[in-house]
């Protein structure tokens, strides 16, 4: 149990004045401005908040110094700093994607079944975790949960030689867990102003926990031109154009599969 005990030795006195009347209530109750702060710190003698009956009082008296410097100017400090927030602003807030397909606007009786699934994806780049709730259309299928995440590193935004390498899994209720693995090299280059070209190459590959499925590669080279609108048009808000053409080669129980992609993205931030 800690004791307050006044040591009322003529050296002390003043000093447990001063103590007394910074730790008053009524100051301790009213904020401390800028200019109400004082100049020097209190000093506070050691001998005034040490329990003489404590066994260890001889120790702490000689290997400590005579006095603790008592700061009234902190408390306002951790005042100002709790009151503004920036305890708050330095955590970088995380993306949250809400996973919806398969949903028309408007349906009618007569349009076709299609698949659907919610749900909803924390982080985009470096690192994401989804999970999603499917609803197929086909006839006899049940509904199923899957769970997925991915840890990458992006490659570069800027010229010259860019890299990547990802890694991720998955698993569904009424599935087989997969783990995935992914590497990039390529290189992008500035052909005209505004307009970039982007050559890479990707080798990716599956393997799925399942008797007679195992591991799937492929190599898949990749060509893509995009288009600044915004600066080659001088317009208000962010402007690109991606045209992409792949071809997607197995090297180990995949498929052939060509793919292309033409993107027009348009974003305006409002001040």
């Known amino acids: 149990m800690f004791r307050f005990i006044l040591d009322c030795r003529p050296g002390l006195a003043p000093a447990m004045l001063i103590l007394a009347a910074a730790l008053s209530p009524a100051l301790a109750s009213a904020p401390i401005a800028a200019e109400e702060q004082p100049a020097t710190p209190l000093p506070i003698p050691r001998g005034a908040l040490i329990d003489p009956d404590a066994d260890e009082m001889p120790a702490l008296a000689t290997s400590e110094p005579d006095a603790i410097v008592f700061d009234p100017g902190l408390a306002a400090l ?103 693995g992914e590497a990039l090299i390529g290189y992008r280059q500035e052909l005209f102003p505004h307009l970039t070209l982007t050559s890479q190459l990707t080798m990716g590959g599956t393997y799925v926990f399942a008797p007679g499925d195992g591991i799937h590669t492929a190599m898949t080279p990749e060509m893509k031109l995009s288009v600044d609108l915004a600066k080659l048009a001088d317009l208000p808000w962010q402007t690109s154009f991606d045209l992409t053409l792949a071809r997607k080669v197995p090297l180990v129980a995949s498929d052939f599969e060509t793919r292309g992609r033409a993107m027009l993205s348009l974003k305006y931030k409002w001040n």
């Open 78 to 180: 951790g005042r100002v700093a709790a009151t503004s927030g920036a305890h708050l602003r330095a955590r970088a807030p995380i993306p949250v994607d809400i996973i919806r397909k398969g949903f028309a606007a408007r349906q009618s009786t007569m349009s076709a079944d299609q698949d659907r699934s919610v749900g909803f994806k924390l982080g985009r780049d470096a690192f994401s975790l989804s999970t999603t709730l499917s609803d197929p259309a086909s006839v006899g299928a049940t509904r199923n949960a899957e769970l997925r995440w991915r840890l990458a590193q992006p490659a570069g935004a800027g010229n010259g030689f860019i890299w990547g390498l990802a890694t991720g899994g998955g698993s569904a209720l009424y599935g087989n867990p997969e783990q995935i």
